[in-house]
């Protein structure tokens, strides 16, 4: 029977054990870096010609609003329609920035990068400003 020497299997095993080892722990700082740049992000957006501006969290969560006094000349139902027009416009952005951020860190191509940017573009899709009905709508405002 012909025999391994123990000495080399051992020895390539334990350098397989050590490669694994050092490339999770690489994918883990590189994971760590992308969770702590993505919870650091926010996306702002503007409609009716700057009348409203909205600025959301990574989360998707509106962090800011601010109102010009445009809209005091609105009714309730138009400034409500806006502000959330804005509000999903801004959240579209946050995927592109998640990208971004995942090709720096985890890699685009990743299946880390591929699942967190997939998640970002599910949940806030991007909202192009033609097809935002809250702005489109602005040129009747301000009678």
Do not use: N
């Amino acid at each position: 029977m012909a025999g391994f020497p123990m000495g080399d299997f051992a020895a390539s095993t334990d350098r397989f054990v050590a490669s694994w080892a050092a490339g999770i722990s690489e994918r883990a700082v590189q994971a760590k870096a992308l969770s702590d740049e993505v919870a650091a992000m926010s996306a702002t957006a503007e409609g009716a010609q700057g009348a409203v501006r909205v600025t959301v969290a990574a989360s998707g969560a509106m962090t800011d609003l601010r109102l010009d006094d445009r809209v005091l000349r609105w009714r309730p139902d138009e400034i409500a329609a806006t502000v959330l027009a804005v509000m999903r416009r801004a959240q579209g952005r946050l995927a592109a920035q998640v990208a971004e951020a995942a090709a720096g860190t985890v890699g685009a191509d990743s299946e880390t990068a591929r699942a967190v940017v997939g998640s970002y573009a599910t949940r806030f899709p991007e909202v192009p400003e033609e097809d935002d009905p809250g702005y489109a709508g602005w040129s009747g405002h301000g009678r």
